[in-house]
T-cell receptor, first 116, second 107 residues
Framework: GAVVSQHPSWVICKSGTSVKIECRSL??????MFWYRQFPKQSLMLMAT?????????EQGVEKDKFLINHASLTLSTLTVTSAHPEDSSFYIC????????????FGPGTRLTVL | QQPVQSPQAVILREGEDAVINCSSS?????VHWYRQKHGEAPVFLMI?????EQKGHDKISASFNEKKQQSSLYLTASQLSYSGTYFC????????FGTGTRLQVFP
């Protein structure tokens, strides 16, 4: 089956620093990649949709200058949390899909970010 | 618009059945079902596309009502491995997850 990897799996950083999270589709080319954030005991909330070679589309309430998304190729998307603060501590999960609407999305294992 | 799930939490003994509901005020294009274990990514269970559709595998099945505003996930003869949080989701060009239902199965 299709595999999506994320790196790192966890990261601890100091407040004010920036953190980059990578999401890769290992055995398929992803037409679209998505970034989700999940706080404890809550649902996964979509942050942005990313298409290769174009600007990401952010959901309402997500600061695009704080959460920088780069989709450099059909297999790689990165999320950079700039000037991280403790309230940004969360579980960040990416997903990727090959097809259009209703096609299955494949999820990465997630990245646990802790900002001190 | 985020689909609403009920119940919020379920506690079962092994072998018992459970039903998880997913509702929307507007017709859904499709409904996806996922299970997530703590600290892990969600795992795809199934997708339903058509009103009136029912599908399943093993002891987990789901239905999608004719108006496409409600879906139910049926877990029969639950096993310990069924424990986790279940999410429905709907997508057009992006997948929006429901509020979630936490399921715990005890021996």
């Amino acid at each position: 089956g299709a595999v999506v990897s994320q790196h790192p799996s966890w990261v601890i950083c100091k407040s004010g620093t920036s953190v980059k999270i990578e999401c890769r589709s290992l055995d398929f080319q992803a037409t679209t990649m998505f970034w989700y954030r999940q706080f404890p005991k809550q649902s996964l909330m979509l942050m942005a949709t990313s298409n290769e070679g174009s600007k990401a589309t952010y959901e309402q309430g997500v600061e695009k200058d704080k959460f920088l998304i780069n989709h450099a190729s059909l297999t790689l998307s990165t999320l950079t949390v700039t000037s991280a603060h403790p309230e940004d501590s969360s579980f960040y999960i990416c997903s990727a899909k090959q097809g259009g609407a209703h096609s299955e999305q494949f999820f990465g294992p997630g990245t646990r970010l802790t900002v001190l | 618009q985020q689909p609403v799930q009920s119940p919020q939490a379920v506690i079962l003994r092994e072998g018992e059945d459970a039903v998880i509901n997913c509702s929307s005020s507007k017709a859904l294009y499709s409904v996806h079902w996922y299970r997530q274990k703590h600290g892990e990514a969600p795992v795809f269970l199934m997708i339903l596309l058509k009103g009136g559709e029912q599908k399943g595998h093993d002891k987990i099945s789901a239905s999608f009502n004719e108006k496409k505003q409600q879906s139910s996930l049926y877990l029969t003869a639950s096993q310990l491995s069924y424990s986790g949080t279940y999410f429905c989701g709907t997508d057009t060009d992006k997948l929006i997850f429901g509020t979630g239902t936490r399921l715990q199965v005890f021996p």
